[in-house]
């Protein structure tokens, strides 16, 4: 298994202040991840991977690009799509634990 440390970075579209993450995420076989994830209040945007979510704290409201908007908080459990472009307002400091399956690559 793979493990990644807690890590904390800032992360905010292109400014050098705003929101910060922080996580700590392992892999039995590289395409399976599993993790706890949380962010500072702010706004960001990412471009997803196939994940599944489950809030443990906080609360943020998520647009995805031509689509809907929805908030989340504890308890919630959303779905991503691998692709979605999202922006991210986060309105308390979130945390999440999430899973990431990545597609099999053709050999």
């Known amino acids: 298994m793979t493990v990644r440390s807690p890590r ?3 992360r905010s579209s ?3 202040a705003g929101p ?3 996580g700590a995420a392992g892999s039995e076989d590289g395409r399976r991840i599993r993790g706890v994830w949380q962010i500072t209040p702010g ?3 990412d471009t997803e991977a196939d994940e599944l979510f489950v809030v443990l704290s906080g609360s943020a409201t998520i ?3 031509g689509g ?3 908030t989340v ?3 919630d459990m959303a779905v991503l799509r691998a692709g979605d472009r999202t922006t991210w307002t986060v309105h308390e400091t979130l945390r999440k634990v999430y899973a990431i399956t990545t597609p099999v690559e053709d050999s």
Do not use: N
């Open 8 to 10: 904390e970075s800032p």
């Open 14 to 16: 292109g400014r050098t």
């Open 20 to 22: 910060r993450t922080a």
């Open 43 to 45: 706004v960001v945007t």
């Open 63 to 65: 647009e995805v690009e």
């Open 68 to 70: 809907t908007a929805f």
């Open 73 to 75: 908080g504890p308890g």
